[in-house]
Each structure stands twice: as structure tokens, then as C-alpha cells.
């Protein structure tokens, strides 16, 4: 049984397991923002992504993620944010002591979490994830549209790619300036929309041959198996994940 293609010793974890300690390490960050539980999360990623295949792609999507999204946050947050400790003042940019603390949690606690997201979606197959939700009774339609949601992109891109070559093919320039890639592109939206509202048709009639509204029980090929080990993580991770949740409860009404 395969749940995964990239793992090394994840590949034997179920889905859950793996999510369980995403939300046992999520819940860390953000309960408790201090720069020691910032340090431990990364190390423990760290330690987790060395055991998987594809090391540099995985850390190029961190990278790609952090400077794309939430590097410019961390920028806006320094410049703009208010305190009353001023470090350098110029015009309408006010940096203070108080913006560059708010701004480096905030950028560490994003950066650690998208981390694991990511670090859970290149160890775990979109097809392993979904098969496991469905097997512990999560609507199919709940799936589906999990799934579609993850494959709708890269199917416009390659619609948008046949369109293009389609359009060189005739003689159609769609290089060049700016200008002139603006004027190629307006035509290409209507069959663009049009192929996506047949793919969509055709999809909706393959669910329906293959009986995706029947209410009869569903085989699977390859079932989502949860071992004994997988039932020791999830319980173990899923306990101290609620009890980090009384913790923080506990201390800010003490507090």
C-alpha cells in the first residue's frame, strides 16, 4: 500500500498521522509565541525534512513561499505598524521596536506553518489524503471538490498552453511586447472559458457513469490502513494538542 511517493520513513504513516502532528505543531506556534517554540518547530522540521526525497524541491517551494508571500508582510509590518519606541523615522515610515518584534512573530509563526503544509503535501499524495478523509466519513463530494480545487490550476495553465501553440500554429503572433501579448491574449480567453465549461461537463458526466452519486457503499484499490504505530501518534498528538489548548487556557485566566 502506497500513501505516499517522496517520503523515506513517512512513507508508512498514514495521512492522519502526519496531520496530527501538523495540528499538534500549528496549535504550539500560534498558542504559544515565543522565539524558543519558533526555534524548536523549525528544528523539528528541519529534522523531519531530511527524511524525505526531493530535499531541494521541497526547500525551493519554502523559499519560493516565504520571499513571494510573506516576506512583503514582514516589510509592511516594520514600516507601518505603530509603537512607541521609535528606531528609525523618515516621512511617513515609522519603525519601532514594538513593529520589528509583532513583525518578525508574525513572520515566523506564517513561515512555520506554511512549512508544514507544505512539508505534509510533499510526503502525502493528494489521492492518499482524500482516500483517507472519504474512509472516515467525510462526504465524497467533500473530496471531490478538495480534489478539484488542487487540479484547477494546473488544468488552465495546460489548456492555456494547447491554446497558445494552437494560435502560433495559424499564424497568430502571441510574443512580444506587453502590448502585443495583451492583444494576443483577448482571444484566447473565449476558448479557454469554453474548454473549461467542457472539461467540466465531461467530468460531471464520468462521476455520474461511475456511479459518484450512488449512496452504495465504496471499494477502494489501495484503502488507507491505519497501523498500530499510526494509532499511537494520532492518539499521543491529538491528546497533547488539546491539552496545549487547556494550557493556554489555564494560563491566561491565572494570568
Do not use: C
Not at 54 to 64: C, D
Not at 119 to 129: D, Q
Request: net charge positive; hydrophobic share 50%; no cysteine.
Amino acid at each position: 500500500m502506497e500513501y505516499n511517493n517522496s517520503g523515506k520513513a513517512l512513507d508508512n504513516l498514514h495521512p492522519f498521522s502526519k496531520g496530527s502532528v501538523l495540528i499538534f505543531m500549528s496549535l504550539g506556534i500560534f498558542l504559544f509565541r515565543q522565539p524558543l517554540v519558533y526555534l524548536l518547530s523549525i528544528l523539528i522540521i528541519l529534522m523531519i525534512s531530511s527524511q524525505v526525497d526531493n530535499k531541494r524541491g521541497y526547500f525551493k517551494k519554502v523559499i519560493i513561499t516565504n520571499l513571494v508571500m510573506f516576506l512583503p508582510m514582514f516589510i509592511m509590518q516594520v514600516l507601518f505598524k505603530p509603537g512607541e519606541t521609535k528606531v528609525f523615522s523618515w516621512f511617513i515610515i515609522n519603525i519601532t521596536e514594538e513593529s520589528i518584534v509583532y513583525a518578525s512573530s508574525l513572520f515566523a509563526r506564517l513561515s512555520i506553518f506554511s512549512s508544514l503544509i507544505l512539508l505534509f503535501f510533499h510526503t502525502t499524495t493528494l489521492k492518499a489524503f482524500v482516500t483517507s478523509l472519504e474512509q472516515s466519513g467525510i462526504p465524497k463530494s467533500v473530496g471531490f471538490m478538495i480534489m478539484s480545487t488542487y487540479m484547477i490550476v494546473p488544468e488552465i495553465v495546460k489548456s492555456f498552453n494547447n491554446i497558445m501553440e494552437a494560435q502560433k500554429v495559424r499564424g497568430i503572433e502571441v510574443e512580444g511586447g506587453l502590448i502585443l501579448r495583451a492583444k494576443a491574449f483577448l482571444p484566447m480567453l473565449m476558448p479557454l472559458i469554453m474548454s473549461s465549461l467542457l472539461a467540466a461537463e465531461e467530468r460531471a458526466l464520468t462521476l455520474e457513469a461511475r456511479g459518484f452519486t450512488s449512496n452504495m457503499e465504496k471499494n477502494y484499490l489501495n484503502p488507507m490502513i491505519k497501523s498500530k504505530t499510526d494509532r499511537i501518534i494520532i492518539m499521543f498528538f491529538i491528546t497533547t494538542s488539546i491539552l496545549l489548548i487547556i494550557g493556554k487556557m489555564v494560563i491566561k485566566w491565572i494570568i
